[in-house]
């Protein structure tokens, strides 16, 4: 037993220096991991009081450009300006003017030159205000439009009008002038026949042959600015550039073959679901697709209540508008198409992007078109003032009929009040959703960018020294006048060409899609 005893001695003296060991451990690790605690936590206190006494640049600030792109919610603060936000700035972020809606301009006003390629301009005919003009200009310059001729009258050439649009960069504003005039009635066109069954005629038709002179003068100006495409558009009408990832109009066109003239965009025609719209492009959503974007057999097989009873399945025209690559010889022909001189152009028609037309969304929309036009409402007469159908049976109720029964028939013949139809023609792919121009509206009005702009030109001087004398219209008849004589000596080669490839001359007006009762065929 002793001997047991003795040998078990050394076991318990090995024990106990084992025990001590692992306690020496514990009290070096416990020391560790109080130092890693503490040493971040000297550090962040030491850089705070650095920071708080104005002695550490954000490496952002140091190093980005001065000049870098800011995005939406973002403020040009530097730390070496030492600015402190106050409560004001609260106000300045949820209602900005000086930053941006979208990052792909530098500020409100899209105020720089593009070098992105194709260049395209649009050009129109107007009499509207700011309300309309001015959403549909920044619309169009978000989806890559660069320049816009405008051609105005009426509203849209008073003063306080036209000095907002002419602040606008790469916007030319036209006025019609009777130096305009005179140089407009020595247009070729007159001398031709491709247009000649519109030539005096009152209202729509007098329309048709300004919006023809005044295009064949934007073509002389965009061809001076070295532009690329150009489009006519009227104010109530919105490219809309489905079937690019980037919602861009000049993707789109970049992408059209070399070898093709003109692009056609078929129409979509709004369906307002109330009769107190204010603002159609922030409140219209709902759209008629036109026949070139439907199955036949789905076309023609809800052709009856697709109408709802009105003349035709659009209440206005279907033929869609176009697009023109900018080559010499070119000329319109007509409102919603282009041709050339020389020679017979290459034209397509896109399968998904359109032109949304906003037509008959606003109840005065009735009267206006009444207090335009001088004819007697009569079912003759209104023949020598309108074209379609519908605007014929509109301009009669406006003229003859009380506000009661003219509300009335702009509920049961233009507003779509029926949910139930709705849903099925949306189901049947008739009608479509449509949510972007709202939401770009929505985003540009946010942004300020209207208000600002009429803010600003009511703070500076006027840019108009005289209506009469104002410079854009004189450089533009002098490139008609350049134009008159530079097609004149090709005038009789262009006419044999045109003889040899059988190119039917009439110009395009504003036609309906087929009607049911049209070979279903075609």
Known sequence: ??????????????????????????????????????????????????????????????????????????????????????????????????????????????????????????????????????????YHKVIGVSTFFLFVEGKAASPTVSKVLESIPEVKVIYRTRELEAQQAKSRIWNETWLSSFFYKPCNYELFVKQSLNME??????????????????????IHPAGTREYSLRKLLSDVPENVDMVVFPNYESSVERDDIRDPFSEVSLFKKNYDHLPKDTYFGNYKESTRGNPNYFLTYGNGKSAARIQHHLRPNGAHRWHNYMKNPNEIKLEEAAVLHYTYTKFSDL????????????????KRCFMLEFDRAAFIIASTATEEEMLSWYREHVVWTDKALNMKLMRKGILARIYTPMV??????????????????????SLLSSIK????????????????????????????????????????????????DDDHDM
Request: aromatic share 6%; with cysteine; glycine share 4%.
């Open 217 to 238: 003068m934007a073509i002389v100006m965009a061809r001076e600015a070295n532009l690329d495409w150009i489009l006519h558009l009227d104010t109530d009408e919105l």
């Open 1 to 138: 037993m002793a001997g047991l005893h003795s040998s078990l001695r050394p076991t318990s003296s090995s024990s106990s220096s084992s025990h001590s060991s692992a306690q020496s451990s514990q009290v070096f690790n416990s020391k560790i991991l109080l130092l890693l605690t503490l040493l971040p936590l000297s550090l962040a206190a030491f850089a705070f009081v650095l920071q708080w006494r104005g002695e550490i640049d954000d490496p952002t600030t140091r190093w980005s450009p001065k000049d870098r792109l800011e995005f939406p919610g973002m403020d040009a603060y530097t730390s070496s300006t030492h600015t402190t936000r106050t409560s004001s700035n609260c106000a300045d972020l949820l209602g900005q003017s000086r930053s941006v809606s979208f990052p792909y301009y530098r500020d409100w006003k899209f105020d720089y030159i593009s070098d992105l390629k194709p260049k395209i301009c649009i050009t129109t005919s107007t009499s509207a205000g700011l309300e309309q003009i001015l959403p549909w200009i920044f």
């Open 367 to 382: 009267t206006s078109r009444r207090d335009r036009c001088g004819c007697k409402p009569t079912k003759d007469d209104v």
């Open 440 to 461: 770009i509206m929505q985003e540009l009005r946010e942004a300020g960018t209207f208000s600002s702009l009429i803010a600003s030109t009511q703070r500076s001087p």
């Open 469 to 516: 004398d104002s410079n854009t219209s004189s450089k533009a008849i002098e490139g008609l006048d350049t134009l008159s004589k530079k097609t004149e000596e090709s005038e009789m080669m262009s006419r044999k060409v045109l003889e040899v490839a059988d190119v039917v001359l009439l110009a395009v007006p504003p036609l309906p899609p087929p009607s049911a």
